[in-house]
């Protein structure tokens, strides 16, 4: 098999266990638009590499395009075509968002993006009829698929991450929304997910003086906070040179053993194990939602769930949670899980748990027990 026609392949630095555990997590979990992705270690050459499954198809983004531009539709056709992808894409940030995944926007390149058969096919053989209303019957989220990768994974020096996203590409397009386009890709730089997909939906991308005035006017603002950072900088340094005069001429008069200069104090790092702390909630942690129903921190090595309030540090009433159904300890700084031989389970994002069997909890992810869900964030 040629790997070079089926898959991108990309080479990673080393990780460390913690690293490696994260992006195993990651690719088993079940994303529906998700690619596929085989990670392996590359022992000649000492280093990860990843498999990216490219389509059997030639249905990337680019290719599409190709091929509508080929038959000269017009703008109004492209813009509604362009303003559904959007609203996908920013539909499927939102999920991601939802189930607690940082994903890699580097990812979001024209040529690593693929649209399915079915909706490829929707585009072509309606053309001369698309309208909004063909393209939402067809909203499902894997008829746009990407590869769904974390965050905090450097690549080495790629050209196939280097060229221009999506935002930049349709803005080339279709210039007349050229603002859109930029705004949009600014809310989601800013993870500002459910304002991008609101913004894809309550504004018609034909007419949109209304939100290209927002975006100047965003800009603007931004640029104004900019000046005024930039002046309390100066303003800063002015004190700071001022305050240093003041200590040499301090020191000529007196002589400079009696001024010591004390030596800085050295910040504790909040990233050591000691200030890593877990919290469970029923609100997705970083929006609005997380002070929502149950909030709880786990500041103690051993922390059971269950039914039995004498022993247990978070309790639920319901009769389908065990007396002692589950235990999350801390070990450094990681987190584990365990199912005390539960009748109805726990489940870490959507997969059932052996009983008695230890697991590793990710920084972000989803637990249930029983019926209850959980989001579990380590900060």
Not at 85 to 95: D, G, N, V
Not at 110 to 137: G, Q, W
Not at 239 to 267: A, C, H, V
Not at 353 to 368: A, S
């Amino acid at each position: 098999m040629n790997i070079s026609k089926s898959y991108f392949q990309l080479s990673i630095p080393l990780m460390d266990q913690v690293q490696e555990n994260q992006l195993l997590h990651l690719i088993q979990k079940s994303i529906p638009f998700s690619r596929e992705i085989i990670s392996f270690f590359d022992q000649e050459n000492n280093k990860h590499l990843l498999l990216l499954k490219k389509s059997s198809t030639n249905n990337t983004l680019t290719s599409v395009f190709s091929e509508l531009k080929e038959r000269k539709i017009s703008k109004e056709k492209t813009s509604i075509i362009l303003n559904n992808i959007c609203q996908k894409i920013t539909q499927q940030l939102l999920y991601l968002e939802e189930n607690l995944i940082e994903a890699n926007l580097a990812f979001l390149k024209p040529e690593m993006i693929f649209v399915c058969e079915t909706y490829k096919n929707k585009i072509f053989e309606n053309i001369s009829t698309l309208d909004k209303a063909n393209l939402a019957n067809h909203e499902k989220l894997n008829h746009i698929t990407w590869f769904i990768l974390p965050n905090e994974i450097s690549f080495e020096s790629e050209p196939k991450l280097q060229g221009k996203n999506i935002w930049q590409y349709f803005a080339e397009i279709d210039p007349d929304n050229g603002t859109s386009f930029r705004l949009l890709e600014q809310l989601i730089t800013e993870k500002k997910y459910k304002t991008a997909f609101e913004s894809c939906i309550t504004f018609n991308f034909d007419q949109n003086k209304e939100f290209n005035s927002k975006s100047n006017s965003d800009i603007s603002e931004k640029e104004n906070t900019k000046k005024q950072k930039s002046k309390k900088e100066k303003n800063k340094v002015i004190k700071k040179s001022n305050f240093k005069r003041w200590l040499e001429r301090l020191k000529y008069k007196f002589g400079s053993q009696d001024i010591e200069l004390r030596e800085m104090t050295i910040p504790l790092n909040p990233k050591q194990d000691l200030f890593r702390i877990a919290m469970l909630s029923e609100g997705v942690p970083g929006t609005l939602d997380e002070d929502q129903g149950i909030r709880v921190f786990i500041l103690i090595d051993e922390f059971l769930i269950g039914r039995d309030k004498a022993i247990c540090d978070l309790v639920f009433e319901e009769n389908t949670i065990g007396r002692l159904h589950a235990r999350i300890t801390r070990h450094g700084s990681h987190y584990f899980i365990e199912d005390l031989g539960s009748k109805n389970g726990t489940y870490l994002d959507g997969k059932k748990l052996n009983k008695y069997q230890t697991y590793l909890l990710p920084e972000q992810c989803r637990l249930k027990f029983a019926e209850q869900n959980l989001y579990f964030v380590i900060d």
